[in-house]
T-cell receptor, first 110, second 109 residues
Framework: DAGVTQSPTHLIKTRGQHVTLRCSPI?????VSWYQQVLGQGPQFIFQ???????GRGNFPDRFSARQFPNYSSELNVNALLLGDSALYLC?????????FGPGTRLTVL | RKEVEQDPGPFNVPEGATVAFNCTYS??????FFWYRQDCRKEPKLLMS?????NEDGRFTAQLNRASQYISLLIRDSKLSDSATYLC??????????WGAGTKLIIKP
């Protein structure tokens, strides 16, 4: 069975641009969570979606938004990129509380 | 105080030794607890869930101490391939996962 997939794997953007990251969950999983991870830290929770509804939002500015589609895939959008947005963006899917991660998208903002 | 705290390490351990590390959490309402393993520049991979009764999977044993609000991970007969960063995660009051910063483990031959 395919695991969680994310695209793209790497991305380089400049300040002020916007970015869209994509995630497909494990088949049968209806919940998707997004995390930001910078070097030396644990993942920081951004959003959780379940059945296309936002279930939780972390402490991130309104520049960050997300949505979940009828097939349970998800997009994370970040507007007006800042240098500090450079990080590994992880998507996790879950059936219960155990979360399974995709390989991540490494975003570099120049 | 951070919600979830871990000793960042690194723990330098000879191959074959036993190593243990803890993870403390501040929210007494936390219900679910997990250990993940993360290799350099890779995604976290679920190692094991931590149940009230403890959990053992081969060389790995996880335990929960609700009274003192910590979980532990014990690795026996450590292998070179166990070198990684070990992250703990606990659910908050909204059932979202809150993560520690990870403990780096280096197994030396």
């Amino acid at each position: 069975d395919a695991g969680v997939t994310q695209s793209p794997t790497h991305l380089i953007k400049t300040r002020g641009q916007h970015v869209t990251l994509r995630c497909s969950p494990i088949s049968g999983h209806k919940s998707v969570s997004w995390y930001q991870q910078v070097l030396g830290q644990g993942p920081q929770f951004i959003f959780q979606y379940y059945e296309k509804e936002e279930r939780g939002r972390g402490n991130f500015p309104d520049r960050f938004s997300a949505r979940q589609f009828p097939n349970y895939s998800s997009e994370l959008n970040v507007n007006a990129l800042l240098l500090g947005d450079s990080a590994l963006y992880l998507c996790a899917s879950s059936l219960t509380f155990e979360q399974f991660f995709g390989p991540g998208t490494r975003l570099t903002v120049l | 105080r951070k919600e979830v705290e871990q000793d960042p390490g690194p723990f330098n351990v000879p191959e074959g030794a036993t190593v243990a590390f803890n993870c403390t959490y501040s929210n007494s309402a936390s219900q679910s607890f997990f250990w993940y393993r993360q290799d350099c520049r890779k995604e976290p991979k679920l190692l094991m869930s931590v149940y009230s009764s403890g959990n053992e999977d081969g060389r790995f044993t996880a335990q929960l101490n609700r009274a003192s609000q910590y979980i532990s991970l014990l690795i026996r007969d450590s292998k070179l391939s166990d070198s990684a960063t070990y992250l703990c995660a606990v659910t908050d009051s909204n059932y979202q996962l809150i993560w520690g910063a990870g403990t780096k483990l280096i197994i030396k031959p």
